[in-house]
């Protein structure tokens, strides 16, 4: 009878009870910061932030240890690539909500708003001055605003995502080849562009609400911009995380050429991010 390979089963973690009041913190937060404009509100959001990157860390360290430890199996391997896979799979099906949101906005609501089919008299009803077009920078009440461009900003950051996947993609390749100097310089160079597009990204936002009007006030448009935009920043600051975190175990010598699905899975979520972002540059701020 063939052998099979020892499953480790940790002991219970403090971990996921953190996690979970640091996600609550963050909803309540932001929620009551947005819809009260409440400072003390503000800083409840961003005591989640901190403790979510808390908690990070720390099961990230747990994780490590445990991996360095030599206590995980093929079999581990493999769950561990089947929960990644599971877990980009419901990151995709997050975002396909947001996505149908604008389309339904777009392609149903707006157009039938205006008249479209049967209900020619709908628009003037509801919104006599409404016009059917996207983006739409008027509300009911009057309030307009600017539709952010593509070019800029955004363009620029597009271009960053891209040049960081070509980065990482070599980063990997040096691993799988035991090149330990191109991967570091690779990983690091990817972790900086991170950071630079996530503060072009606050740049932009403190643009649209100072000069542009664009808030998320701003009706249906401003709703998704800053909710696409928005999940999507989040998403990037937490694969950021996880690049510097992978920095740093490349820097204390983890990680072989036959041994590193930590940093093939870092390298997999980076890479959605990417694609995320290419959709959204299309969507939202070309079409």
């Known amino acids: 009878m063939a052998q099979t390979d020892k499953y480790y089963v940790p002991a219970q973690s403090v971990w996921p009870i953190v996690g979970a009041i640091g996600l609550f913190l963050i909803g309540y937060g932001a929620a009551t910061w947005i819809s009260s404009d409440n400072a003390q509100a503000s800083w409840i959001f961003f005591a989640g932030c901190v403790v979510i990157i808390f908690m990070l860390f720390g099961w990230f360290g747990n994780v490590i240890t445990e991996s360095m430890s030599g206590l995980y199996s093929a079999q581990m391997d493999r769950s561990f690539r089947q929960g990644m896979s599971w877990f980009i799979f419901s990151e995709i099906m997050f975002f396909l909500a947001f996505f149908g949101a ?15 089919g049967n209900n020619v008299m709908t628009h003037e009803v509801l919104w006599p001055t409404f016009q059917a077009h996207w983006p739409l920078i008027s509300t009911p009440g009057g309030t307009s605003t600017t539709a952010m461009p593509w070019t800029g900003l955004p363009l620029i950051n597009t271009v960053i995502l891209l040049i960081s996947s070509i980065t ?55 709703n998704t911009f800053f909710l696409l935009t928005g999940f999507h920043g989040l998403h990037v600051t937490l694969g950021t995380i996880i690049l510097f975190v992978l920095f740093c175990r490349i820097l204390k010598g983890h990680f072989t050429p036959a041994q590193h699905f930590g940093f093939q899975a870092g390298s997999w979520y980076w890479h959605f991010v990417d694609v995320v972002w290419l959709c959204l540059f299309v969507f939202v701020y070309i079409l």
């Open 102 to 116: 604008l389309f339904y906005a777009r392609m149903i609501a707006i157009p039938w708003l205006g008249g479209a």
């Open 168 to 222: 990482l993609h070599w980063a990997h390749v040096s691993l799988e080849k035991g090149q330990r100097g191109p991967l570091t310089i690779g990983l690091g160079f990817t972790v900086l562009l991170g950071i630079i597009f996530l503060g072009l990204q606050v740049q932009e936002y403190i643009h649209a609400y100072q000069d542009m009007g664009l808030t998320l006030s701003s009706g249906v448009y401003g």
